[in-house]
């Protein structure tokens, strides 16, 4: 009999992960004595009735690398130790059933996970690790804010989205002589929002890693707008706020899920200039998921392949409760414990800043 091994997607999808999936299968197609299986929904296709499994054959992934999403679908609600469950009343709770989860994974002779996703799903990799799961991990996150990983797959395809974004919003705003504010996607990290910003030419820059003054801001626009060119773009990270501000988010009500849904600082910036007495027309756009969606860039799928490859590598040398990682330019394996205690955020010394700074971008402080 074979050796089964099974492949989970976790947490928001991002572009690659189809790739990693595509190099994992094939990896192990080279092999004669393991098959592969996908958990449709991270873990709920197991933890379900029926169970919800399918095969992944070389057949099956063929190609699949160019395409966007999860061929097995994900979720970022829920996951084996924080199950919703509802009660009598119609209210929610939720339950551990880690201990169910490894019990079925015996049940169906699976001796190994590769558990593909973000800061959210390695925790849950890291707990069923503790628990005596044979797991894997892999980073994934648009977010980028995975540590002792240079890069997370699907960060670099975010921000060409974000780069063309404001390769865009630069021809309107000078058109119309405007002040266009572009709201991107990052969590509590401005990855996403600073790189888009030097590669795009920003004139401001808001990370969560910086609190921003809104008076330096406004002087920053007005010195753009007046020196000259009328227009000014400035990129802001949701995560951003002001000195001594809060981010903008909204509580989740649904069991299971994200307790804080970020977004809208784009919208509250423009207030707060308008407030702070900036002259300019302004207006705003949020990005959101379009950063997730669509075909990973070149970068990312050779990331993912990377990193499905050496998953697969892991999985044979048996280096449970690790995580892929790219050190430049190796693919390594690190404890997924020490991934997951620290968010990576921008340093405010890096070479990232002051490349930023030396060019004159604002960021706010
Ligand atoms: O973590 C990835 C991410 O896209 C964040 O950048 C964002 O805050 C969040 O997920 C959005 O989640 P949802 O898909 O639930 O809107």
Known sequence: MKKRLLIATGGGDCPGLNAVIRAIVKRAAREEDWEVLGSIDAFN???????????????RVAGIHVQGGTIIGTTNKGGPFEWPVKNQDGSWTTVDRSNDLLERLRYQNIEAVINIGGDGSQRISQG????????????????????????????????????????????????????????????????????????????????????????????????????????????????????????????????????????????????????????????????????????????????????????????????????VAYRHPDIIAVPIKDAIRNYNLIELDSDLVKTARGMGMSLGD
Not at 277 to 306: K, M, V, W, Y
Request: glycine share 10%.
């Open 45 to 59: 296709g197991i933890l379900l009735d029926p169970m919800h499994l399918v095969e992944l054959t070389e057949e």
């Open 128 to 323: 069923l690790f503790e628990k005596g799961c044979n797991i894997i991990g892999v980073p994934k996150t648009i977010d980028n804010d995975l540590s002792d990983t240079d890069f997370t797959f699907g960060f670099q395809t975010a921000v060409d989205v974000a780069t063309d974004a404001v390769d865009k919003l630069v021809t309107t705003a000078a058109s119309h002589h405007r002040v266009l504010i572009l709201e991107v996607m990052g969590r509590y990290a401005g990855w996403i929002a600073l790189h888009a910003a030097i590669a795009g030419g920003a004139e401001v820059c808001l990370i969560p890693e910086i609190p921003y003054n809104i008076h330096k801001v406004v002087e920053a626009i007005n010195h753009r707008v007046k020196s000259g060119s009328g227009f000014a773009i400035v990129v802001i990270a949701e995560g951003a706020r002001q000195v001594d501000g809060e981010m903008e988010f909204v509580e989740s009500e649904t069991p299971g899920a994200m307790k804080i849904k970020l977004g809208g600082a784009g919208l509250r910036l423009s207030h707060e200039l308008k407030e702070a007495g900036c002259q300019a027309e302004i207006r705003e756009t949020i990005l959101g998921h379009l950063q997730r969606g669509g075909r990973p860039n070149a970068f990312d799928r050779l990331l993912a392949s990377q990193f499905g490859v050496k998953a697969f590598e892991m999985v044979l040398e048996q280096k449970w409760g690790h995580m």
